[in-house]
């Protein structure tokens, strides 16, 4: 029923009830009148209220966020703080079942609201304990809690599913999501594969902490992001427990399931180093993955502090999967030739991309253009070619022409040459017109410390850029940012 309407007939009782007592307190059915009146009053009084302010009155959270390359991604209407998720993985039969509990808090009333999840069947799903009705429509988990959920509060989603997970294929034609390995599987997200493995709001501006149980046949490895808290063994099943405190977008959560040789180490400030790797693949990459510590000591020269509290790599065995991936503290490299190019890449996002996540999918020049950057000083500083060289080189391939990093022209694009060499190019123009090393370096470490642990996007950046350096960088940004064409000289 329309709540206006019934704080009318609400009022309209009232009066009527008044009215009836003044006209005769002395006849017994006047009395009777007023008494019934009153009462009607009292319960449409009742009823209004709980309709427009003793209940909650929401609406349905967005079933997108309306990314501009990934518009279905995400959900509107809350924001999740953590995810606990409980997994069990049989690779025999690439069967896993799932327990996912998301606490999140609701930033507007809520009726229903959405979680990402693609594939998988769900058996039930709770809200603060109690049961509550769901349907699925393509990727979208739709939940309809008990009670409608009030502005600010905090609420905890417990969702029970189970399945073969799915390898997900990008609009560019990769696969991400649950990939099946020689001997495991293999959980890649980046942009938006991690809805095949545990529901959540899979969008890059909404980060949470992360608590993952994984628990699988003995003998077999389960490595995920952050540290390993526990390993328990029960009979033929051991469960890996691993704890991410520092917030995470969830594109960069991982699962690794396989017979990994694990390693455990530090750097010298004592940053835990933990390292997995299949052993087709351990001689090969021995080399590269001990320089870990000197890198991360490189790095946070360049850009401050590290901003987690655990790092490492997981080496899968070659053909797992077709890229590395920058998966937050543990990147994840399919082989050990993807260790000795990428590592200092992958390493390099843990600050440009991990920490300082970009808003939206449109700005993720800002990852990768800072980490390739952070390759070409690597590799002058290592003797090799120097960042002028590469940017030479890049200048004149043309597929760093094909579109301006800041603007890619649609989703299959966002990994391709002009969102790494270009985005690095970007960057080494502003060097360029500061003129001054020690500023830009300021700037660079700056954007990393200022931002760290939450989300930017491209205009952040560059009203950053101006006001630290206190120059107009517009030429900057129209001709190597934004330009369609090549300009006729570097």
């Known amino acids: 029923m329309d709540h206006r309407k019934l704080v009318r007939l609400a009022a309209s009782a009232s009066a009527s009830a008044s009215a009836s007592a003044s006209a005769s307190a002395s006849a017994s059915a006047s009395a009777s009148a007023s008494a019934s009146a009153s009462a009607s009053a009292v319960a449409l009084l009742a009823l209004a209220t709980a309709c427009t302010g003793g209940g ?30 409980g997994l069990a993985y049989t690779p025999q039969d690439a069967e896993l079942t799932g327990t996912a509990e998301v606490t999140a ?13 693609d594939g998988m069947t769900v058996t039930k799903v709770t809200v603060d304990g109690k049961s509550a009705r769901f349907n699925r429509a393509g990727q979208e988990l739709t939940v309809r809690p008990p009670d409608d959920l009030a502005k600010g509060k905090t609420f905890r989603t417990v969702v029970s599913y189970a399945g073969k997970p799915k390898t997900i294929t990008d609009p560019d034609g990769s696969k991400e999501g649950w990939l099946k390995s020689a001997d495991g599987a293999l959980g890649l997200g980046q942009p938006a594969g991690s809805m095949a493995w545990f529901p959540g709001n899979h969008h890059p501006s909404d980060k949470a902490s992360y608590d993952i149980e994984v628990t699988v046949p003995k003998g077999f490895t389960a490595v995920s992001n952050g540290e390993l808290k526990s390993r328990e063994n029960s009979g033929s099943r051991d469960t890996f427990r691993w704890h991410s405190k520092e917030p995470m977008a969830s594109y960069l959560a991982t699962v690794a399931v396989g017979k990994y040789d694990t390693k455990t180490s530090a750097t010298k400030d004592g940053l835990p180093v933990f390292i997995a790797v299949d052993p087709a693949e351990a001689k090969a990459s021995a ?10 000591e490189w790095q946070e020269e360049l850009f401050g502090d590290y901003p987690f509290s655990s790092v490492g790599a997981v080496v899968a065995r070659e053909g797992a999967a077709e890229y590395a991936l ?3 503290t543990r990147p994840v490299f399919p082989g050990a030739e993807s260790v000795e190019t990428d590592l200092v890449h992958e390493l390099a996002h843990q ?27 690597w590799d002058e500083d290592e003797g090799n070619k120097t960042v ?7 200048f004149k391939d043309a ?5 301006p990093p800041a603007d890619p022209t649609g989703p299959e694009v966002i990994s391709e040459s002009p969102v790494y060499g270009r985005g690095a190019m970007v960057i080494h123009k502003i060097r360029e017109e500061l003129d001054d090393d020690e500023l830009f370096f300021d700037i660079v470490e700056g ?44």
């Open 326 to 328: 920058e998966t937050q």
């Open 388 to 394: 002028q060289e590469h940017f030479d080189e890049n």
């Open 105 to 117: 808090r609701a930033t507007e009333a809520l009726s229903a609201f959405n979680l990402d999840l």
């Open 447 to 490: 954007w990393a410390q200022d931002h760290r642990h939450g989300n930017a996007d491209t205009e952040d950046f560059k009203a950053y850029a101006e006001e630290e350096s206190g120059q107009d960088l517009g030429d900057v940004w129209k001709t190597w940012l934004h330009g369609k064409d090549r300009p006729d000289g570097p």
């Open 351 to 377: 600050w440009f991309g991990n920490s300082v996540t970009p808003k939206t999918w449109a700005d993720m020049w800002l990852n990768e253009g800072f980490a390739t950057y952070a390759e070409w000083l």
């Open 56 to 85: 909650v009155q929401g609406g349905p959270g967005a079933a997108g966020l309306r990314d501009p390359y990934f518009p279905k991604s995400g959900n509107g209407g809350y924001d999740v703080t953590h995810y606990r998720l």
């Open 399 to 403: 597929d760093n022409w094909a579109f």
């Open 287 to 296: 080399a590269s993955l001990a320089r870990i510590p000197e890198i991360i």
